[in-house]
């Protein structure tokens, strides 16, 4: 079976860190870009940030752009994202997802972009 599994979330105060992982399995994923993506309660589904499938390059949302990292293991199959400084807002079930393999360089953006999903994380920041 072909999955994406996420962990790493909990509660953290403001300010505190941590360390999602998303693990794939059934398959490998060393040839997709991969995207992190959250919704929060009441809100829609928002990119986070991405990374390509040689993790030469990521993007991220401005919100979380100089807090958050994305990164890779292909040997492990595992994509990270380390989030430092969180804030109470950052609190959102947290998704990764894989975007396939469009060229060297590209990193998902958009749900649209990516056509295979986790079932997410939960994270809450309390102030």
């Known amino acids: 079976q072909v999955q994406l599994v996420e962990s790493g979330g909990g509660l953290v105060q403001a300010g505190g860190s941590l360390r999602l992982s998303c693990a794939a399995s059934?398959?490998?994923?060393?040839?997709?870009?991969m995207g992190w993506f959250r919704q929060a309660p009441g809100k829609e589904r928002e990119f986070v940030a991405g990374?390509?499938?040689?993790?030469?390059?990521?993007y991220y949302a401005d919100s979380v752009k100089g807090r958050f990292t994305i990164s890779r293991d292909s040997a492990k199959n595992t994509v990270y994202l380390q989030m430092h400084s969180l804030k109470p807002e950052d609190t959102a079930v947290y998704y990764c997802?894989?975007?396939?393999?469009?060229?060297?360089?590209?990193?998902?953006?958009?749900?649209?972009?990516?056509?295979?999903w986790g079932q997410g994380t939960q994270v809450t920041v309390s102030s």
């Open positions: 997802a894989a975007a396939g393999s469009v060229s060297a360089s590209y990193t998902p953006r958009y749900l649209a972009d990516c056509g295979f």
């Open positions: 990374i390509s499938w040689s993790g030469a390059i990521t």
């Open positions: 059934g398959r490998t994923f060393s040839r997709d870009a």
